[in-house]
């Protein structure tokens, strides 16, 4: 079992930055990749930024050059870097992390951490 927990979110003005985090605890040593999805009212939930366990990344094309992931595995946490904001980068965002055991896969979602771009 894995268990993630959030933080770091909150209100920023437009063009500024915010940085949450993600610490991942529980049966870590078999996660093999770990992002971020974020979720707008009324909107589907969409992968924002994914990073493996050999530092491959991954980004939506909405957040390219703006955002950057970046995991410490010490600490096994996961950040999300968040540059230029803008109102429509409003939204829940949630982390996720999934593990390979043997034939199995597991994904496992934190419980969201609220961030609004607004002036």
């Known amino acids: 079992q894995v268990q993630l927990v959030e933080s770091g979110g909150g209100l920023v003005q437009p063009g500024g930055s915010l940085r949450p985090s993600c610490a991942a605890s529980?049966?870590?040593?078999?996660?093999?990749?770990m992002g971020w999805y974020r979720q707008a009212p009324g909107k589907e939930r969409e992968l924002v930024a994914t990073i493996t366990n050999n530092d491959s990344t991954n980004y939506a094309d909405s957040v390219k050059g703006r955002f950057t992931i970046s995991r410490d595995n010490a600490k096994m946490t996961v950040y999300l870097q968040m540059s230029s904001l803008k109102p429509e980068d409003t939204a829940v965002y949630y982390c996720?992390?999934?593990?390979?055991?043997?034939?199995?896969?597991?994904?496992?979602w934190g419980q969201g951490t609220q961030v609004t771009v607004s002036s």
């Open positions: 996720h992390a999934h593990e390979s055991l043997g034939y199995s896969e597991y994904n496992y």
């Open positions: 529980g049966s870590i040593f078999s996660i093999d990749s």
